[in-house]
């Protein structure tokens, strides 16, 4: 499986990228020196996120440089998984909790989905867009940027927001966090930080490594970027 993955972000000879590859390596043998990221960051899943990452900054849809979140749900919710990176920097600026849905699973995220209604978490890359002030107080609007795998994250209206049920308390008390409607939920003591880090389109990667999601993403796979899109839904 490692062997795969890493084909897919360091393609062999005659495999084209859709940005500049000696940018990506420099970057990703930068950020790999990192003491503070190798012990927080699955290698693989950081070379995905930064393959993704300089796609869609290629593509003009990165308009916040420099800025990088990782959600590696392949991680017990008990642990920290969502690392917000300084590219340029190679700095970690943030790791902690994050939810995933109800709908995808109990301590580990296993399911999920494109449909609205599922209540499950939506894999992926993603630009934050706005915030706002909902039901969930300060918000952050994240746009999926991949046909059939995240495309209806503002129909769904899953958000970046606080919540109660995540934080270490809640875990004592149960055994886990408690789970979203869908949304990369927060602890109440730092939703407002991250929030405010990485607003106004930067680049955000939701991922897991169990159900194929690198196969079906035109952003990783970058040959499929030349075929037709993908017209069924990733769930």
Aim: proline letters at 2%.
């Amino acid at each position: 499986m490692f062997f795969m993955m890493m084909m897919l972000v360091f393609p062999s000879v005659g495999h084209s990228l859709s940005f500049d590859n000696n940018a990506f390596r420099n970057n990703f043998a930068a950020l790999s020196e990192s003491v503070e990221l190798r012990k927080k960051i699955d290698p693989m899943v950081l070379s995905m996120a930064l393959s993704g990452y300089y796609s869609l900054k290629d593509q003009g849809k990165v308009s916040r440089d420099g800025i990088l979140t990782v959600i590696d749900f392949n991680r017990s919710s008990v642990d920290e998984r969502i690392f917000v990176i300084d590219v340029n920097r190679a700095q970690l600026l943030y790791s902690g909790l994050v939810a995933h849905g109800r709908g995808s699973g109990d301590n580990y995220a296993e399911h999920f989905s494109n449909a609205s209604g599922s209540h499950q978490s939506s894999l992926g890359f993603y630009t934050t867009g706005e915030t706002y002030d909902g039901k969930n107080g300060y918000s952050l609007k994240l746009i999926g940027m991949e046909r059939g795998i995240n495309d209806n994250a503002e129909s769904r209206s899953i958000v970046i927001h606080g919540a109660n049920y995540v934080s270490y308390d809640y875990i004592r008390k149960n055994g886990r966090l408690g789970r979203s409607q869908g949304c990369p939920a927060l602890s109440f003591d730092s939703f407002q930080q991250v929030i405010n880090l990485i607003k106004g389109g930067s680049c955000l990667f939701i991922y897991h490594g169990g159900r194929g999601y690198a196969i079906k993403s035109t952003l990783l796979n970058h040959d499929l970027a030349r075929l037709e899109p993908v017209t069924e839904p990733f769930s």
